[in-house]
């Protein structure tokens, strides 16, 4: 199982940017991130690999890119809103089916905090 492990959380203001990081000890070819809020369920919020696909709340605001040379995946969040607020995991072994849907996928790192202000 590939091992993986975030970083780059923070607690910004609303309009603010993050970027977050995801270092693996491998490189599957299909990969994304996900967040979860308190009291809601586990979502899908962009995904690379065959496809880059984007979850419709976060299209035009957060970029989702990886460095083959690093093995690393990262999250560029500008525009952030107070919504955006979850733990946020990447992921990895995706088992096919839809990409953004977070049972699809087998490895999770540990998560990384992202907390917006108004």
């Known amino acids: 199982q590939v091992q993986l492990v975030e970083s780059g959380g923070g607690s910004v203001q609303a309009g603010g940017s993050l970027k977050l990081s995801c270092e693996m000890s491998s490189w599957p070819y299909n990969t994304g991130w996900f967040r979860q809020a308190p009291g809601k369920e586990r979502e899908g919020v962009a995904v690379?690999?065959?496809?880059?696909i984007y979850a419709d709340s976060v299209k035009g605001r957060f970029t989702i890119s990886r460095d083959n040379t690093r093995n690393t995946l990262y999250l560029q969040m500008n525009a952030l809103k107070p919504e955006d607020t979850a733990m946020y995991y990447c992921?990895?072994?995706?088992?096919?089916?839809?990409?953004?849907?977070?049972?699809?996928?087998?490895?999770w790192g540990q998560g990384t905090q992202v907390t917006v202000s108004s």
């Open positions: 690379i690999g065959m496809r880059t």
């Open positions: 992921a990895a072994n995706f088992t096919g089916g839809r990409a953004l849907d977070p049972q699809r996928y087998k490895s």
